[in-house]
């Protein structure tokens, strides 16, 4: 009985002096959060359906936290230009992680001279928790402001259900 005490003792004794390596090997990795294929599209057809209701056709892109496009959408009429401008305002507001509005007073300055970035309203970051998921970028609309509202209401279509998959 003795025997198996110090079995035991010496087991526990092992497994308790492996748990730091594994810390250590689990640091050097990252979890990240993503949006599902679904979720983009959502979100894109949420920013479709709230500027159609003002009567507007639009281009719509949702990245990932990278920048890398999920879905992206043009309206039966939107002009083919707003594919492209979609595209780079929802990558501009994922790179910064901040709603592209913000930025408007960068435009004019070597970094909002950048190639692929456009800083006028209309891109917005997709957040839960605390984390960046993405980012909607809406062209088409007569103002930028009109884009973010659209993109916004993309967002607020899976907002609840983002935060609760957190």
Do not use: Y
Request: hydrophobic residues 45%; neutral net charge; aromatic residues 2%.
């Amino acid at each position: 009985m003795k025997m198996n005490k110090n079995r035991s003792l010496g087991v526990l004794c092992l497994v308790a002096l492996s748990f730091p390596a594994a810390a250590d090997e689990a640091s050097r990795t990252v979890n990240i959060q993503r949006l599902t294929l679904e979720t983009a599209r959502e979100i894109a057809q949420g920013a479709i359906d709230a500027c159609r209701k003002e009567g507007i056709q639009i281009g719509v892109t949702v990245v990932d936290r990278d920048g890398v496009i999920q879905a992206m959408s043009r309206d039966t009429i939107a002009a083919p230009i707003t594919v492209e401008i979609s595209r780079q305002k929802a990558f501009t507001a994922a790179n910064f992680n901040a709603a592209t509005s913000q930025l408007v007073s960068r435009a004019n300055t070597p970094i909002g001279r950048v190639r692929g970035l456009v800083m006028s309203a209309g891109g917005l970051p997709i957040q839960a928790g605390g984390m960046l998921l993405g980012a909607v970028g809406v062209s088409g609309a007569p103002s930028g402001e009109t884009d973010e509202a659209c993109a916004q209401a993309g967002i607020d279509r899976v907002q609840d259900d983002l935060e609760m998959a957190m």
